[in-house]
C-alpha cells in the first residue's frame, strides 16, 4: 500500500519515512530493473535499494521500452525535439508502442496519425529491434536515440543493414547518425523517419 504501478512497465517506490537511508519494495514476479543506475532485481520478493534526499526509487520491468522528451511547457514545442526510446532487453521478445499526433485540432480521427510499435528479439548474434508505423502523420524532422541497456561486447550496429559508426560519447549529440557505449548504455542515434525500421545490435 505504499508503492504503485505507472502504467504497465514503472514501479514507482516513493520515500514516506523521514530521514529513510533504504526503501524496501515488493517487485511483481518477472525482472525489473532500477530506472537510475540499472541494477537487476528479479521479483516475486522484496528487495532493498538505498535511498537519498535526491533520490526516487523507480524500477522498470525488464523487456521495456520508455518515450522520452525534455520537459515541454505545450505540444507546439515538441517540433524537431529529439525522440529518446529506452529499452531493457529481456531474454524473449518484448514490445512496446508509441502514439503521436498533431497535439491539437480533430485530424487523427481522419487518420493523422502515428502508431509505432517496437519489437525487441534476442538473436544468435545479439538483439534485433523492429519498429513498425502506422498512420499518415508525420512529426517535424528531428534525430532519435535508441538507449539500450548493454553488457559485455559490442562489434557492430546495423540500421536497415548499413552499418552506423561509432561515435564518442562526448560528440554523439551533435551527430547526424552514430553509436556510442558508455556506462551500460548502447546508444545509437539516427534521423527519425517516421517509418519502419530494422536495428541489428551485433556482439
Given at each position: 500500500?505504499?508503492?504503485?504501478?505507472?502504467?504497465?512497465?514503472?514501479?514507482?517506490?516513493?520515500?514516506?519515512?523521514?530521514?529513510?537511508?533504504?526503501?524496501?519494495?515488493?517487485?511483481?514476479?518477472?525482472?525489473?530493473?532500477?530506472?537510475?543506475?540499472g541494477r537487476r532485481h528479479e521479483g516475486g520478493r522484496d528487495v532493498v535499494v538505498p535511498v537519498t534526499l535526491d533520490s526516487l526509487p523507480v524500477f522498470v520491468r525488464e523487456g521495456a521500452f520508455l518515450f522520452?522528451?525534455?520537459?515541454?511547457?505545450?505540444?507546439?514545442?515538441?517540433?524537431?525535439?529529439?525522440?529518446?526510446?529506452?529499452?531493457w532487453p529481456a531474454a524473449a521478445p518484448s514490445a512496446g508502442e508509441l502514439y503521436e499526433d498533431e497535439g491539437d485540432g480533430l485530424a487523427y480521427r481522419d487518420g493523422?496519425?502515428?502508431?509505432?510499435?517496437?519489437?525487441?528479439?534476442?538473436?544468435?548474434?545479439?538483439?534485433?529491434?523492429?519498429?513498425?508505423?502506422?498512420?499518415?502523420?508525420?512529426?517535424?524532422?528531428?534525430?532519435m536515440e535508441l538507449k539500450v541497456r548493454w553488457d559485455g561486447s559490442l562489434r557492430s550496429v546495423l540500421v536497415g543493414?548499413?552499418?552506423?559508426?561509432?561515435?564518442?560519447?562526448?560528440?554523439?549529440?551533435?551527430?547526424?547518425?552514430?553509436?556510442?557505449?558508455a556506462d551500460g548504455w548502447l546508444t545509437l542515434r539516427i534521423p527519425d523517419t517516421a517509418g519502419p525500421t530494422r536495428i541489428e545490435l551485433l556482439r
Open positions: 500500500d505504499d508503492a504503485f504501478l505507472f502504467g504497465r512497465e514503472l514501479l514507482v517506490a516513493p520515500v514516506l519515512r523521514e530521514g529513510a537511508e533504504k526503501r524496501r519494495a515488493y517487485l511483481p514476479k518477472g525482472a525489473w530493473c532500477e530506472l537510475e543506475g522520452r522528451q525534455p520537459v515541454l511547457q505545450h505540444t507546439g514545442e515538441r517540433h524537431g525535439k529529439t525522440l529518446t526510446v529506452q529499452h493523422a496519425f502515428l502508431r509505432r510499435r517496437f519489437v525487441s528479439r534476442p538473436s544468435r548474434m545479439g538483439l534485433v529491434v523492429e519498429v513498425g508505423a502506422e498512420g499518415t502523420y508525420r512529426p517535424a524532422p528531428r534525430a543493414g548499413v552499418e552506423a559508426p561509432p561515435v564518442a560519447p562526448s560528440d554523439l549529440a551533435s551527430a547526424p547518425r552514430g553509436f556510442s557505449l
